[in-house]
């Protein structure tokens, strides 16, 4: 029926959905354009104030007294911010709309429709007549990237990062190197031999267009890879590259600016360059860490105001950002390292809820910004001078792929030898594949200074950002399920997976110290040493400095079981239970164990054997009186409700304990008791071979046979404690688990029901 | 002349056995004399230990290292999944003090409460309930539908691989094996 509704309502939606944002679109080309309008207004308003205040002056009494405006228009007051709340606001109803409308989300990604309305929107306000806003520069790269790196950076999965390091940095590296100077010396080669128009265009200039066009985009990346779920080992191989090549983009774009302003270039300008590279790159890493730092240290003290905690995370990171960005090094390496290094000394720090505000914080922004980005992208595009030149844009894109392919290939062949897990020929063609160019690229582009050229180049790269995001976005699904490459596992991380993933860390340090080398593991070990025995004091607050990695995942995951068992509501509603495995089923019971028992104090036992004889001398006089074929049919009507009563408890506690596994009750072992008679003449002998009392009974008596009379004798044994169980049931239930299992299991066993109220008692 | 000769056959027997290459063996065999202090067998530091024996000798110790051997580019998948059991075979034995094709929960106890012996002081409780919630994990997802008297005796080797299939072993239970000496760690005989 829910669907039904659905149904109607999401035909009807689509209709209603492009009506509010052609609506929207209206007003807001309508506030564009407004400028125009505003002038008017001002100059308008002007005159009517100072006639106004002129008539003030003179008398009180005026000839022509205005009315006192009750309702005045001034738009002027909040244009900026309300320009940028529509644009805002646009963006993200678009977003809705692409998920609302059925099927439009598998055929196209995200970033191409935004590109698309973006177009239609720059589109409209072209057609009016107004100014439209372009992907101004500074916008950029001030305001919309660091929320995206940021979120990047802080999620990223450090495991298969540090362990695929390598291969990330050369393709990063000398991908990018290979790109540049492969892409800049063709079109070079082009220009000469075309002539004509592009005959003017100089060699430097040409490697400066391939710094730019050669740089996988990070957003571009994550906006693709985002919805095709790739395996792992690929998605931090194309993303880390995508992050990575920030600082050789960097070095290299101001490398060629300033040598294109110089015009010519010198072995040591070369060195330099060499030089800078490491200083920017490793100096951004620094600064991050430092910040990073920083922010964990600050968050130790965060205990009191809580609700401050996220602002510290995400300031601390934008400062390391912009203060990179001061010293010209790589400010996206800096917001990375930040967020490494401050991430696991703020989460065991933070409270739960901040923990979750800085996830959907991030998270929000830089869905925001990313969808920003894109509908910028359109509408600059539509905005802005273009020269297009046919030869020059077709080689570029061209060469782009081309370049890309032969580039990965090669590397790949080098890489190969050193990796372990070798890279296959359908890892090469997705990494390859998915090096999308994106927004970087055209700002960039639009930071040229050089304006004979730069409307051709920005023509040229705008058409090699179009092509990568739509074409090979568009395609990248399709083709991934074509060559069936391996989707990102789904399930959650299970405790055994844990367990066993650090067992083998320990493992394999091992068995690297004996063979004797210092390999991965080694160095591994080594940073969590120094970790756990300095840095930990320091930046965590309190007793979770000391604990363990496996212990903080299990209390996390015991959380959030306990949670969604509250949030599920009552045991009678609790999903389904996939199994009716609980902790009874794995603690192994009396006869499985042969344990050794042991001694339980003098003055324990005593007692412990005074309150047996009491219970069991009028047990003993209630029997005598029944025969024994009595005994199968009053034993179970007098206890058939306290067997209900005590069943029900039993199912509760088992589906509890299915989910909080720490032990609820261990009482529950027993709906078979283990209390059996030897004799009527021995009083005190409630005895199978393992009582406390230290009598051996029949050594393991048979115990089938003995079952039938272990039940009755249970039962009847119930009956004169019956008024005592209940109200032993009962606070047993609240009865912490922290005696010995052993005391416990065995009275139980020999007392019928009262376990370890009795110690209770006793103590 | 003889004795080489002898020992390159020794060594092509061995790498055929292990998969290893005869560089590789050369280089493990110095790494042993150097263990053993050029003695033939390696002597056990503490021999009163559940599960092991008194000396091993070079055959033995080549044995456990080739289960840490990485899959190459041209393994297959049938021979990746052979790996993988193999590898996982491994680990089981090593849980597995009892040597009885199971690992109870005392046995799994003892794992986790290594693990965490390195950390200072551990509750016994917290010892206890991670490994009882593992094990509760195991016994759920490899038989879901228990009767509440039923007792699950232990991890059997199916069930292992069953819950640690994700990890996919092959490609990360493996060490570097190098083919050319470097200077190596002087632990020597040391004791950890």
Same mark, same amino acid.
């Given at each position: 029926m829910a669907e039904l509704r659905l149904a109607r309502r999401s035909s009807s939606l689509p209709l209603t959905g492009l009506m509010g944002v052609v609506l929207l679109v209206f007003v807001f080309v309508a506030s564009a354009s407004r400028d125009v309008v505003s002038?008017?207004?001002?100059? @308008?308003?002007?005159?009517?104030?100072?006639?106004? %205040?002129?008539?003030?002056?003179?008398?009180?009494?005026?000839?022509?007294?205005?009315?006192?405006?009750?309702?005045?228009?001034?738009? !002027?007051?909040?244009?900026?911010?309300?320009?940028?709340?529509? @644009?805002?606001l646009l963006a993200l109803l678009m977003k809705l709309g692409f998920h609302i409308i059925p099927g439009v989300q598998n055929i196209v990604p995200e970033s191409c429709l935004l590109i698309g309305v973006g177009l239609l929107v720059g589109g409209i306000i072209k057609a009016i007549g107004g100014e439209a806003p372009v992907l101004d520069t500074k916008l950029f790269f001030l305001y919309l990237l660091p929320p995206i790196i940021l979120d990047a950076g802080y999620f990223l999965p450090i495991r298969p990062f540090t362990e695929n390091m390598g291969t990330i940095l050369v393709f990063a590296v000398v991908g990018t190197l290979w790109n540049t100077f492969f892409i800049g010396g063709m079109i070079f080669a082009v220009c000469r031999l075309e002539g004509g128009q592009l005959a003017g265009v100089d060699p430097l200039s040409c490697l400066l267009f391939g710094t730019i066009v050669s740089a996988v985009d990070p957003v571009a990346v994550l906006a693709v890879f985002e919805e095709i779920h790739i395996n792992e080992l690929l998605h931090i191989l194309v993303f880390g590259e995508s992050l990575l090549n920030d600082a050789v983009t960097v070095v290299l774009y101001h490398l060629f600016e300033e040598f294109t302003h110089e015009g010519t270039v010198t072995v040591v300008d070369a060195v330099l360059g060499v030089v800078c590279f490491f200083v920017v790159s490793l100096g951004g890493i620094l600064v991050g860490a430092i910040y990073?730092?920083?922010?964990?240290?600050?968050?130790?003290?965060?205990?009191?105001?809580?609700?401050?905690?996220?602002?510290?995370?995400?300031?601390?990171?934008?400062?390391?950002?912009? $203060?990179? !960005?001061?010293?010209?090094?790589? %400010?996206?390496?800096?917001?990375?390292?930040? %967020?490494?290094?401050?991430?696991?000394?703020?989460?065991?720090?933070?409270?739960?809820?901040?923990?979750?505000?800085?996830?959907?914080f991030l998270k929000m922004w830089s869905s925001v910004s990313e969808t920003l980005i894109f509908i910028f992208l359109g509408v600059s595009t539509v905005a802005g001078p273009h020269a297009w030149n046919w030869t020059f844009v077709i080689v570029t894109v061209v060469l782009c792929l081309v370049s890309r392919v032969l580039g990965v290939i090669g590397l790949t062949y080098i890489i190969n030898k050193f990796r372990i897990v070798k890279l296959t020929k359908k890892d090469q063609f997705i990494v390859a594949y998915g090096g999308l160019r994106g927004a970087i690229a055209f700002s960039l582009g639009f930071l040229l200074t050089n304006s004979k050229m730069k409307n051709m180049f920005l023509t040229a790269i705008i058409t090699v950002i179009f092509f990568t995001v739509i074409v090979q976005g568009m395609t990248i699904r399709p083709l991934v399920e074509l060559l069936a490459v391996k989707k990102k596992k789904e399930s959650k991380r299970s405790i055994n997976e844990e367990i066993h993933t650090q067992f083998l860390d320990h493992l394999l340090t091992g068995i690297e110290d004996?063979?004797?080398?210092?390999?991965?593991?080694? @160095?591994?070990?080594?940073?969590?040493?120094?970790?756990?025995?300095?840095?930990?004091? @320091?930046?965590?607050?309190?007793?979770?400095?000391?604990?363990?990695?496996?212990?903080?995942?299990?209390?996390?995951?015991?959380?959030?079981?306990?949670?969604?068992?509250?949030?599920?509501?009552?045991?009678?509603?609790?999903?389904?239970?996939?199994?009716?495995?609980?902790?009874?089923?794995? /603690?192994?019971?009396?006869?499985?164990?042969?344990?050794?028992?042991?001694?339980?104090?003098?003055?324990?036992?005593?007692?412990?054997?005074?309150?047996?004889?009491?219970?069991?001398?009028?047990?003993?006089?209630?029997?005598?009186?029944? $025969?024994?074929?009595?005994?199968?049919?009053?034993?179970?009507?007098?206890?058939?409700?306290?067997?209900?009563?005590?069943? /029900?408890?039993?199912?509760?506690?088992?589906?509890?304990?299915?989910?909080?596994?720490?032990?609820?009750?261990?009482?529950?072992?027993?709906?078979?008791?283990?209390?059996?008679? !030897?004799? *009527?003449?021995?009083?005190?002998?409630?005895?199978?071979?393992?009582?406390?009392?230290?009598?051996?009974? #029949?050594?393991?008596? $048979?115990?089938?046979?003995?079952? $039938?009379?272990?039940?009755?004798?249970?039962?009847?044994?119930?009956?004169?404690?019956?008024?005592?169980?209940?109200?032993?049931?009962?606070?047993?239930?609240?009865?912490?688990?922290?005696?010995?299992?052993?005391?416990?299991?065995?009275?139980?066993?020999?007392?019928?029901?009262? %376990?370890?109220?009795?110690?209770?008692?006793?103590? | 002349?003889?004795?080489? /000769?002898?020992?390159? *056959?020794?060594?092509?027997?061995?790498?055929?056995?292990?998969?290893?290459?005869?560089?590789?063996?050369?280089?493990?065999?110095?790494?042993?004399?150097?263990?053993?202090?050029?003695?033939?067998?390696?002597?056990?530091?503490?021999?009163?230990?559940?599960?092991?024996?008194?000396?091993?000798?070079? *055959?033995?110790?080549?044995?456990?290292?080739?289960?840490?051997?990485?899959?190459?580019?041209?393994?297959?998948?049938?021979?990746?999944?052979?790996?993988?059991? #193999?590898?996982?075979?491994?680990?089981?034995?090593?849980?597995?003090?009892?040597?009885?094709?199971?690992?109870?929960?005392?046995?799994?106890?003892?794992?986790?409460?290594?693990?965490?012996s390195k950390s200072g002081d551990i509750e016994q409780e917290t010892v206890k309930a991670m490994a009882d919630a593992a094990m509760l994990e195991v016994a759920s997802t490899n038989v879901p539908h228990m009767a509440p008297d039923e007792f699950y005796e232990g991890i059997t080797f199916e069930h292992f691989e069953q819950i640690l299939k994700g990890l996919e072993m092959e490609t990360k239970m493996y060490i570097r094996f190098l083919d050319v000496e470097t200077p190596t760690l002087s632990c020597g005989n040391s004791t950890s």
């Amino acid at each position: 029926m829910a669907e039904l509704r659905l149904a109607r309502r999401s035909s009807s939606l689509p209709l209603t959905g492009l009506m509010g944002v052609v609506l929207l679109v209206f007003v807001f080309v309508a506030s564009a354009s407004r400028d125009v309008v505003s002038e008017n207004n001002k100059t @308008w308003r002007d005159p009517a104030g100072e006639t106004r %205040g002129d008539s003030h002056h003179q008398t009180n009494s005026t000839a022509h007294k205005k009315a006192f405006p009750v309702l005045s228009f001034n738009y !002027e007051h909040v244009k900026k911010p309300f320009e940028i709340s529509l @644009w805002i606001l646009l963006a993200l109803l678009m977003k809705l709309g692409f998920h609302i409308i059925p099927g439009v989300q598998n055929i196209v990604p995200e970033s191409c429709l935004l590109i698309g309305v973006g177009l239609l929107v720059g589109g409209i306000i072209k057609a009016i007549g107004g100014e439209a806003p372009v992907l101004d520069t500074k916008l950029f790269f001030l305001y919309l990237l660091p929320p995206i790196i940021l979120d990047a950076g802080y999620f990223l999965p450090i495991r298969p990062f540090t362990e695929n390091m390598g291969t990330i940095l050369v393709f990063a590296v000398v991908g990018t190197l290979w790109n540049t100077f492969f892409i800049g010396g063709m079109i070079f080669a082009v220009c000469r031999l075309e002539g004509g128009q592009l005959a003017g265009v100089d060699p430097l200039s040409c490697l400066l267009f391939g710094t730019i066009v050669s740089a996988v985009d990070p957003v571009a990346v994550l906006a693709v890879f985002e919805e095709i779920h790739i395996n792992e080992l690929l998605h931090i191989l194309v993303f880390g590259e995508s992050l990575l090549n920030d600082a050789v983009t960097v070095v290299l774009y101001h490398l060629f600016e300033e040598f294109t302003h110089e015009g010519t270039v010198t072995v040591v300008d070369a060195v330099l360059g060499v030089v800078c590279f490491f200083v920017v790159s490793l100096g951004g890493i620094l600064v991050g860490a430092i910040y990073g730092v920083l922010g964990a240290f600050t968050s130790r003290f965060t205990s009191h105001t809580r609700v401050i905690e996220p602002l510290f995370v995400f300031l601390y990171s934008y400062m390391a950002y912009l $203060s990179a !960005e001061v010293f010209h090094l790589s %400010g996206i390496m800096s917001l990375i390292a930040c %967020g490494v290094v401050m991430r696991p000394y703020v989460e065991a720090n933070v409270s739960h809820k901040s923990y979750t505000t800085i996830k959907y914080f991030l998270k929000m922004w830089s869905s925001v910004s990313e969808t920003l980005i894109f509908i910028f992208l359109g509408v600059s595009t539509v905005a802005g001078p273009h020269a297009w030149n046919w030869t020059f844009v077709i080689v570029t894109v061209v060469l782009c792929l081309v370049s890309r392919v032969l580039g990965v290939i090669g590397l790949t062949y080098i890489i190969n030898k050193f990796r372990i897990v070798k890279l296959t020929k359908k890892d090469q063609f997705i990494v390859a594949y998915g090096g999308l160019r994106g927004a970087i690229a055209f700002s960039l582009g639009f930071l040229l200074t050089n304006s004979k050229m730069k409307n051709m180049f920005l023509t040229a790269i705008i058409t090699v950002i179009f092509f990568t995001v739509i074409v090979q976005g568009m395609t990248i699904r399709p083709l991934v399920e074509l060559l069936a490459v391996k989707k990102k596992k789904e399930s959650k991380r299970s405790i055994n997976e844990e367990i066993h993933t650090q067992f083998l860390d320990h493992l394999l340090t091992g068995i690297e110290d004996i063979c004797g080398h210092y390999g991965h593991h080694h @160095w591994k070990d080594k940073l969590n040493r120094f970790n756990k025995a300095y840095v930990k004091k @320091w930046l965590i607050a309190g007793e979770r400095s000391t604990e363990p990695q496996l212990i903080s995942f299990y209390n996390k995951m015991e959380m959030k079981q306990a949670m969604m068992l509250v949030e599920s509501g009552s045991a009678a509603k609790l999903p389904t239970i996939v199994s009716s495995v609980s902790m009874q089923n794995i /603690q192994p019971r009396g006869p499985a164990r042969h344990r050794a028992i042991p001694s339980i104090s003098k003055s324990r036992e005593q007692e412990i054997r005074k309150i047996l004889r009491a219970n069991l001398q009028k047990t003993r006089q209630r029997l005598r009186s029944y $025969s024994r074929h009595d005994l199968m049919i009053d034993p179970f009507e007098d206890n058939v409700s306290e067997v209900r009563f005590r069943r /029900q408890r039993v199912e509760m506690e088992r589906r509890m304990s299915h989910y909080l596994t720490v032990p609820a009750n261990r009482q529950e072992t027993p709906p078979v008791r283990k209390v059996c008679f !030897e004799s *009527e003449h021995k009083v005190y002998t409630y005895d199978d071979s393992k009582s406390p009392l230290g009598r051996t009974a #029949e050594p393991d008596p $048979s115990p089938p046979d003995a079952v $039938s009379l272990l039940n009755e004798s249970s039962q009847r044994a119930n009956q004169s404690s019956e008024h005592r169980a209940k109200r032993n049931d009962e606070l047993r239930a609240k009865v912490p688990d922290e005696k010995e299992e052993q005391d416990q299991l065995k009275l139980s066993r020999c007392l019928s029901d009262p %376990g370890p109220n009795k110690e209770e008692d006793l103590s | 002349m003889g004795a080489s /000769q002898t020992r390159t *056959e020794k060594y092509q027997d061995l790498a055929d056995k292990t998969g290893f290459s005869l560089e590789q063996i050369e280089n493990l065999h110095k790494r042993f004399q150097r263990l053993s202090d050029n003695e033939e067998t390696i002597r056990n530091q503490h021999p009163k230990e559940v599960g092991s024996c008194e000396e091993i000798g070079f *055959e033995q110790f080549l044995m456990v290292m080739s289960h840490f051997r990485p899959p190459s580019l041209k393994t297959t998948e049938e021979e990746k999944e052979a790996m993988r059991k #193999e590898k996982l075979r491994f680990l089981f034995n090593m849980h597995d003090t009892g040597n009885d094709g199971t690992i109870t929960l005392v046995e799994y106890r003892k794992v986790v409460e290594e693990l965490l012996s390195k950390s200072g002081d551990i509750e016994q409780e917290t010892v206890k309930a991670m490994a009882d919630a593992a094990m509760l994990e195991v016994a759920s997802t490899n038989v879901p539908h228990m009767a509440p008297d039923e007792f699950y005796e232990g991890i059997t080797f199916e069930h292992f691989e069953q819950i640690l299939k994700g990890l996919e072993m092959e490609t990360k239970m493996y060490i570097r094996f190098l083919d050319v000496e470097t200077p190596t760690l002087s632990c020597g005989n040391s004791t950890s």
